[in-house]
């Protein structure tokens, strides 16, 4: 069976730390993993990662894919108070379905 | 209103009933999808659609029925609703061009209670 696994479940550090969020898959027929900020509301799109080894960056956020070990990680650097949110993960498959993790829930402390 | 809408954002409704949750994007997006959020469980896919006319199921389908006649509109209806169909639902869309067609944006969500 299919499975995005996302670690820890949940994390809560100060501000100005760094923190490394954890997304493993056992997915057929892999196409691409993303991930999303989920704030109060809807989630918003971050990154999108299809071939590994190949870095992602927005700002303080960045991101990188190993399709060899079927993981991806997600940095946050510098962390602010406005950065707290449940981050999650997506894989795509590639008959277009689409699997989440049950996310992070990242709680920054002023 | 641009972008991606659900209507309506609360419904509170009686097992049996039937129920329907709306959906527009403005963008003409082909893809579009529908979501369930629970504690515990994340995101899960419920049906999406590649172009109007052409509907799927994802991972949890059972009790719920779609459409798509327009590509603007992807309704996804409770046909007898039940307790545990009480969740937050999210409509979502995307392009189908590479490289966007993973990129998916997402409505505000409906808060469904079932009494």
């Known amino acids: 069976e299919d499975k995005v696994v996302q670690s820890p479940l949940s994390l809560v550090v100060h501000e100005g730390d760094t923190v490394t969020l954890n997304c493993s898959y056992e997915?057929?027929?892999?196409?691409?993993l993303l991930w999303y900020k989920q704030e109060k509301k809807a989630p918003t799109f971050l990154f999108m990662l299809?071939?590994?080894?190949i870095e992602k960056k927005s700002g303080r956020l960045s991101s990188i894919l190993d399709k060899k070990e079927l993981f991806s990680i997600l940095n946050i650097t510098a962390t602010q108070t406005g950065d707290s949110a449940v981050y999650l993960c997506?894989?795509?498959?590639?008959?277009?379905?689409?699997?989440f993790g049950k996310g992070t829930r990242l709680h920054i402390l002023p | 209103d641009a972008g991606i809408t659900q209507s309506p954002r609360y419904k509170i409704t009686e097992t049996g009933r039937q129920v329907t949750l709306m959906c527009h994007q403005t963008?003409?997006?082909?893809?579009m999808f529908w979501y369930r959020q629970d504690l515990g469980h994340g995101l899960r896919l419920i049906y999406y659609?590649?172009?109007?006319?052409?509907?799927d199921k994802g991972e949890v389908p059972d009790g719920y029925v779609v459409s798509r006649s327009k590509t603007e509109n992807f309704p996804l209806t409770l046909e007898s609703a039940t307790r545990s169909q009480t969740s937050v639902y999210f409509c979502?869309?995307?392009?189908?061009?590479?490289?966007?067609?993973?990129?998916?944006?997402f409505g505000p969500g409906t808060r469904l209670t079932v009494l």
């Open positions: 979502a869309s995307s392009a189908n061009d590479y490289p966007s067609w993973n990129e998916q944006f």
């Open positions: 997915v057929t027929n892999f196409r691409s």
């Open positions: 299809t071939s590994s080894g």
């Open positions: 997506a894989v795509i498959r590639g008959d277009d379905k689409i699997i």
């Open positions: 963008w003409s997006h082909s893809y």
């Open positions: 659609s590649a172009a109007a006319d052409i509907t």
